[in-house]
């Protein structure tokens, strides 16, 4: 048994996001036109599932993340990102107030 996350995404009457997780099992698995065994991190897979159609049309399973019923990580909302930028990495390293 497999677990789709987040799944079904919607807000409820108060504009809170409720997050409905989709349950299948795996039928099969592909890589090209070579049928799998079993899949290994890395490369792409298409894996078959008892999933309806309905729910995979229109890139509506864009993002989602597949993975053991229980074993997928939290769904976030909203994060704060710090940054910096690394001039020396970039190629602008100043000096003088030139370009090098």
Same mark, same amino acid.
């Given at each position: 048994e497999i677990e789709v996350w987040p799944g079904i995404v919607t807000k409820d009457a108060q504009g809170k996001i409720q997050c409905i997780p989709i349950f299948s099992r795996v039928v099969s698995l592909f890589a090209e036109h070579n049928a *799998?065994?079993? =899949?290994?991190? @890395?490369?792409?897979?298409? +894996?078959?599932?008892? +999933? #309806?159609?309905? *729910?995979?049309? =229109? #890139?509506? !399973?864009v @993002?989602? +993340? !597949?993975?053991?019923? @229980?074993?997928?990580? #939290?769904?976030?909302?909203?994060?704060?990102?710090?940054?910096?930028?690394?001039r020396r990495l970039l190629g602008v390293r100043t000096q003088g107030g030139e370009k090098q």
């Open positions: *799998l065994q079993y =899949a290994v991190p @890395g490369g792409l897979i298409g +894996v078959g599932t008892t +999933v #309806d159609p309905t *729910l995979t049309r =229109a #890139d509506r !399973l @993002g989602q +993340v !597949l993975g053991e019923v @229980g074993k997928l990580p #939290d769904v976030f909302i909203e994060i704060e990102i710090n940054f910096f930028l690394l």
